[in-house]
């Protein structure tokens, strides 16, 4: 029986990245995908003059690609760097997902289909399932319902009729936030280089508080010469709303996020939600990690 813990897919994520990520072209979730961070970039409110966030010669822009990794892997590079996130396995059947759950060992836990689509919450499974993420509170019941999800297609508003089959899930502890962020790094061209984008509202549709509440949404644009500050992590940290006795730490970690996203030549790093969570430390619970095909198409 397979366990994989999400240090040694931190390493397959690695290795994918630096030229075997082609084959995710293969699946059809992989490519396109708009990220949330470039869509409160381009809205209709004005947020930096409705620009798209890539930084693209105007021949090929048309052949953009966005290759998304999936949560249980981005979740992985994030805990390579050194930034704190829930514990958690990933896996391939039902009772790989009932060994996950003993070996992790927290009477809650959480279960993640992993299908590369927004709202995976608020999906529904061929079978009728509700929700692609779900509360667990027993190794039988993590085996049960992920019975009900590997193998089986996720509906959301994003997949339409279609839907996502779901190959794996991603079991993790379940942690209990005093309050949630929004914190994404991605390139926006009138800036030409990266900005930091951050929201005191987390852990919802953020394109919906952009387009509702243009003042909620920070954004500080980075040096790509330079590099991010610490005064800088240090403002949008500040400007969130985090807990004066935590805004250090909650610098670090978007410094840590930026070394990452730099490191990987990524076009998007989200995190949603970043929290304070109930034993008062800053936490990813959350990632999703984008990178341009055309990039590594040109680079490998």
Known sequence: MRVTHCAAEADMAASLICGRLTASLRNPGARNTLSSASKVLSCSSGLFGGHVSQL??????????????HEYMS??????????VPAGMVASSSEEAYAVAKQIGSKDLVVKAQVLAGGRGKGTFEGGLKGGVRIVYSPEEARDISSQMIGRKLYTKQTGEAGRICNQ????????????????????????????????????N??????????????????????????????????????????NEAAENMIKLYNLFVKYDASMVEINPMVEDSSGIVMCMDAKINFD????FNMY
């Open 56 to 69: 693209q010669p105007p021949h090929l822009q048309q052949q953009h690609r966005n290759l998304s990794l």
């Open 75 to 84: 979740i992985g590079l994030l805990k390579e760097a050194g930034i704190s």
């Open 169 to 204: 899930v991603f079991i993790c502890e379940r942690r209990y936030p005093r309050r949630e962020y929004y914190f994404a790094i991605t390139m926006e061209r009138s800036y030409q280089g990266p900005v930091l984008i951050g929201s005191s509202q987390g852990g919802v």
């Open 206 to 247: 953020i394109e919906d508080v952009a387009a509702e509440n243009p003042d909620a949404i920070v954004k500080e644009p980075i040096d790509i010469v330079e590099g991010i500050k610490m005064e800088q992590a240090v403002k949008v940290a500040q400007k969130m709303g985090f807990p004066p006795a935590l805004v």
């Open 293 to 296: 095909f055309i990039i590594y």
